[in-house]
T-cell receptor
């Protein structure tokens, strides 16, 4: 049983570019959350997707957007990249019947130069 | 706003000793408190969790205690082993908000 998988593992972009990160949830899970983890910090909630809709959003600008597909996988898009967007982006999946418990993937390390 | 404070930021213990990490949350409506272990280059791994209707939960060498009145919860690791070395994060969630508020992490080093 595969856990939460994220791709790519590493990514290097330059300021102003756009990036798309991908996440496949754990088998049986229907809800995906995205977090940003800056170096040496705890993860910060970006948003959560359920039934292909954004259900909750953290304090992130509109440059951060997402999508959930019918197979429950999800994408995180970041436009107009800033140096400060450099971080580890984590995807977490959960089952709506036990929504509290979130399982994390290994993350995508984004470097913005 | 919602906030979770975590202490200490670093903790070194001798192998076999106990380690305690403490967190304080600000939202009195928080009702779910997971703990995660993050090893270098990996995502956070859930190691134990507790809900607000329970005061203590134990799983082998790991235990978590919750004091709702004081709004703090703690992770206890007994008989520490070198493989326990990692960064540990506490988090708090309020039912219906769908988001975790994480602490800033504790780097635990278990010295052999």
């Amino acid at each position: 049983d595969a856990g939460v998988t994220q791709s790519p593992t590493h990514l290097i972009k330059t300021r102003g570019q756009q990036v798309t990160l991908r996440c496949s949830p754990k088998s049986g899970h229907d809800t995906v959350s995205w977090y940003q983890q800056a170096l040496g910090q705890g993860p910060q909630f970006i948003f959560q997707y359920y039934e292909e809709e954004e259900r909750q959003r953290g304090n992130f600008p509109d440059r951060f957007s997402g999508h959930q597909f019918p197979n429950y996988s999800s994408e995180l898009n970041v436009n107009a990249l800033l140096l400060g967007d450099s971080a580890l982006y984590l995807c977490a999946s959960s089952y709506s019947g036990a929504a509290d418990i979130q399982y994390f993937g290994a993350g995508t390390r984004l470097s913005v130069l | 706003g919602e906030n979770v404070e975590q202490h200490p930021s670093t903790l070194s213990v001798q192998e076999g000793d106990s380690a305690v990490i403490k967190c304080t949350y600000s939202d009195s409506a928080s009702n779910y408190f997971p703990w995660y272990k993050q090893e270098l280059g990996k995502g956070p791994q859930l190691i134990i969790d507790i809900r607000s209707n329970v005061g203590e939960k134990k799983d082998q060498r790991i235990a978590v205690t919750l004091n709702k009145t004081a709004k703090h919860f703690s992770l206890h690791i007994t008989e520490t082993q070198p493989e326990d070395s990692a960064v540990y994060f506490c988090a708090a969630e309020t039912s219906g908000t769908y988001k975790y508020i994480f602490g800033t992490g504790t780097r635990l080093k278990v010295l052999a």
